[in-house]
């Protein structure tokens, strides 16, 4: 029994994390025969069963339940080696091929897609996979290399790279909500406005924390509109259905605008926003020279925002 080409590894993995001949070949630019092709001999060379087929969908086996996770290290490892010599020849740090990115759904769309554009002008090499969403599925079930995510990393493996350590989430209104129903003078009124909440996985974000010089307090929060994509909170705030506690990198430029006003403005949450590098074969110079730009870019936006300034809460200055 044996593995003949560590493409082949590659296939398999792919097919594993899709759960699917089909997205997998899609994700590598082959056929669904083809996939089938490579996992059948992979099969054959191993003697095992590696999938269990349906119509629909595939699913692994208990061999290949075993075998996916050295699998996996076999490729990073590779990548790893592969990485080292590109370096040795290109210090800048260009990317080529495939760098597979998850964004957050209001700084994705609003903000990161064209600085990502920017950023990379000079890489004609690279192929940018993206997914974008606020729905936050462990890194590691993901196909993606790298993420922007705010909080610190939900995996003491993963490697994050500060893109905005002073970043805050806020509280924000428009101005004619404020004309119509006037704005909260402490936290407690808050439970008298119509609050904008956030739907995290399964969880509905009611339960707001506001930090200010006199402590920390949290409120329960009520309101008639949710959902699941930060956009759609910030646009209800512009379009002055109510309150809510969006991310300053979300909402600088409406604030900037007059489109919003900040409600509370003693008050405010922590949310710093990283670069999170699933695994340390995948922290190249390329990433480093990303990052930097990246947190330049976010710098300039919360600019007009002084509790947005300076270093991380707990890192000393320089």
């Keep these: 029994m ?12 792919a097919a594993a994390e899709a759960g699917s001949f089909t997205e997998a070949a899609r994700r590598l630019h082959l056929t669904p025969a083809a996939v089938s092709a490579v996992v059948k001999r992979l ?9 269990e087929r349906s119509t629909r969908h595939v699913r692994l086996s208990d061999a290949g339940e075993r075998l996916l996770g050295p699998a996996r290290e076999a490729l990073q490892a590779l990548a790893l ?8 020849g290109d210090p800048i ?15 994705g769309r609003h903000h990161l897609l064209g600085w990502l554009r920017e950023c990379l002008a000079d890489d004609p090499g690279v192929s940018l996979e993206l997914r974008v969403s606020d729905r ?4 590691l079930e993901q196909p993606v290399d790298v993420a922007v995510r705010y909080g610190e990393p939900d995996d003491s493996g993963f490697i994050a790279l500060p893109l905005a350590p ?7 209104a428009s101005p004619a909500y404020a004309a119509e129903h006037g704005l909260p003078q402490s936290p407690a009124e808050l439970r008298r406005h119509n609050c904008l909440r956030f739907v995290l996985g399964d969880s509905l974000y009611s339960r707001w924390r506001l930090e200010s010089a006199a402590g920390a307090q949290t409120v329960e929060v009520r309101g008639r509109h949710q959902a699941d994509d930060g956009a759609v909170v910030r646009q209800w705030a512009v379009d002055g259905l109510g309150i809510a506690y969006k991310s300053a990198l979300d909402v600088a430029q409406d604030l900037a605008a007059g489109r919003l006003l900040r409600v509370l403005p003693g008050h405010s949450e922590p949310a710093p926003l990283n670069l999170v590098v699933v695994s340390r074969q995948h922290l190249t110079s390329g990433l480093r020279r990303l990052a930097g730009r ?5 710098q300039a936006l919360l600019a007009p925002l002084p509790e947005c300034q ?8 320089g």
């Design 2 to 13: 044996k593995i003949t080409r560590l493409e082949d590894l590659q296939v398999f993995v």
């Design 43 to 51: 099969e054959q060379g191993l003697g095992s069963r590696l999938f």
């Design 81 to 88: 080696c592969e990485g080292v010599l590109q370096e040795e």
């Design 93 to 107: 740090g260009h990317f080529n091929g495939p760098l597979r990115m998850a964004l957050p759904s209001d700084l």
């Design 136 to 139: 936050l599925s462990h890194l």
């Design 166 to 172: 002073r970043n805050a989430r806020v509280l924000v």
């Design 294 to 298: 990246l947190a330049a870019r976010c």
């Design 310 to 317: 300076g270093p991380a809460p707990d890192q000393p200055p």
